[in-house]
């Protein structure tokens, strides 16, 4: 059984620039969810995926996008960077069904904003 | 949103058994209580989680109080691994588009 993979591991960017970050979830799981974890701080949710719609987001401005493809994986989009969204971009997977409750979690991507 | 409150750190002694403990005041009757913990340089991962009933799996042991209104995640021998952040988050039945709501969580440091 294959875990939750992110790419790329690291990123630097601009401020003002546009960033791309990918998530392949666990096999067999249809939900996918994303998280910023700033240093220090706990995760905080962004939005989430359930058969490619958004179907719940967090306080999160627009500038932050998100796309699921027929297979479940996802991106996270970032536009008009600012130095704030410098943090740990989280990916989590799960069944959506909401018996079950466990989300499995990426390793992250570290995304940098100078 | 319901709230939960930890210390913010504990220590504790290898082999010995580790008590974490989590206050929920304002839980709702759909509220479950769920720990995740993160280890340095990875992401969350799962724990248990429970309703009313004290709950036990190979990880760890949730002991929920009788009015619900705190928890205590039991690690009965922990090991160096067992050293990250425990995060107490409560989550209601069917609200899993809500995402989890994580706060700053309990860092868990064990000496050899």
């Known amino acids: 059984e294959t875990g939750v993979t992110q790419s790329p591991t690291h990123l630097i960017k601009t401020r003002g620039q546009q960033v791309t970050l990918r998530c392949s979830s666990q096999?067999?799981?249809?939900?996918v969810s994303w998280y910023q974890q700033a240093l220090g701080q706990g995760p905080q949710f962004i939005f989430q995926y359930y058969r490619e719609e958004e179907n719940g987001r967090g306080n999160f401005p627009p500038r932050f996008s998100g796309l699921q493809f027929p297979n479940y994986s996802s991106e996270l989009n970032v536009n008009a960077l600012e130095l704030d969204d410098s943090a740990l971009y989280l990916c989590?997977?799960?069944?959506?069904?909401?018996?079950?409750?466990?989300?499995?979690f990426g390793p992250g991507t570290r995304l940098t904003v100078t | 949103d319901a709230k939960t409150t930890q210390p913010n750190s504990m220590e504790s002694n290898e082999e010995e058994p580790v008590h974490l403990p989590c206050n929920h005041s304002t839980i709702s009757g759909t509220d479950y209580i769920h720990w995740y913990r993160q280890l340095p340089s990875q992401g969350p991962e799962y724990v248990i989680h429970?309703?009313?009933?004290?709950v036990n799996n190979r990880m760890a042991s949730l002991a929920i109080a009788e009015d619900r209104k705190s928890s205590t995640l039991i690690l009965h021998r922990a090991t160096l691994r067992d050293a990250a952040v425990y995060y107490c988050?409560?989550?209601?039945w069917g609200g899993g588009a809500d995402g989890l709501t994580f706060g700053k969580g309990t860092h868990l440091i064990i000496q050899p």
């Open positions: 989590a997977s799960s069944t959506g069904d909401p018996s079950s409750y466990e989300q499995y």
């Open positions: 096999s067999g799981h249809n939900t």
């Open positions: 429970g309703l009313t009933s004290n």
């Open positions: 988050i409560l989550r209601t």
